[in-house]
T-cell receptor, first 116, second 113 residues
Framework: GAGVSQTPSNKVTEKGKYVELRCDPI?????LYWYRQSLGQGPEFLIY????????DSGLPNDRFFAVRPEGSVSTLKIQRTERGDSAVYLC??????????????FGEGSRLTVL | SQKIEQNSEALNIQEGKTATLTCNYT??????LQWYRQDPGRGPVFLLL???NEKEKRKERLKVTFDTTLKQSLFHITASQPADSATYLC????????????WGLGTSLAVNP
């Protein structure tokens, strides 16, 4: 596609529920990143994929968070047993080369998650 | 400890003036530094990249400087316009094996007509 697409744009859920957030990167971009951002903060790194594999998952806060990219394109961020503290905007970005390059990141518009 | 800091207070300037935003870092050795613009409710958009061996980079009305002695990058917008109003984020990649982007909190800029 023309840009990075994220769905849903808004998700409201109840504490304890399971949530999936989807990211469709720019075609041909091998690197994909998930970040989350709270109001007034910079993006907080969660995970980086190079192709199908998670090359760096050091930012995942705990084992309730998991992400996949089975075919090296679309990625899904999965959050189990959601907590109110998980409320944030989840941003996805893609780039041509990832850690081996210096290229810019192309961000989607984000998925705003609200846990009640 | 390692820190990357940007002006915490919002910057308000008059249209036509030059806006200067600061990014300071502590205990990093950046391989390069990037600047992004973020509008409310949108994802960040890449503006400029400057490498450790570069002093200055320009793109249209934008200029970035990088001083590794002062451990500082400055981001300038000349002839500012109300449409430049946004939050500006700096991010760096530390030299070494971990090439993860490390982000500042951003500085909010308001350009008044």
């Amino acid at each position: 596609g023309a840009g990075v697409s994220q769905t849903p744009s808004n998700k409201v859920t109840e504490k304890g529920k399971y949530v999936e957030l989807r990211c469709d990167p720019i075609s041909g971009h091998t690197a994909l990143y998930w970040y989350r951002q709270s109001l007034g903060q910079g993006p907080e790194f969660l995970i980086y994929f190079q192709g199908t594999g998670a090359a760096d998952d050091s930012g995942l806060p705990n084992d309730r968070f998991f992400a996949v990219r089975p075919e090296g394109s679309v990625s899904t961020l999965k959050i189990q047993r959601t907590e109110r503290g998980d409320s944030a905007v989840y941003l996805c970005a893609s780039s041509l080369m990832g850690y081996s390059g210096t290229g810019e990141l192309f961000f989607g518009e984000g998925s705003r998650l609200t846990v009640l | 400890s390692q820190k990357i800091e940007q002006n915490s207070e919002a910057l308000n300037i008059q249209e036509g003036k030059t806006a200067t935003l600061t990014c300071n870092y502590t205990n990093y050795s950046p391989a390069y530094l990037q600047w992004y613009r973020q509008d409310p409710g949108r994802g960040p958009v890449f503006l400029l990249l400057i490498r450790e061996n570069e002093k200055e980079k320009r793109k249209e009305r934008l200029k970035v400087t990088f001083d590794t002695t002062l451990k500082q990058s400055l981001f300038h917008i000349t002839a500012s316009q109300p449409a430049d109003s946004a939050t500006y984020l700096c991010a760096l990649v530390n030299a070494g094996n971990n090439r993860k982007l490390i982000w500042g909190l951003g500085t909010s800029l308001a350009v008044n007509p």
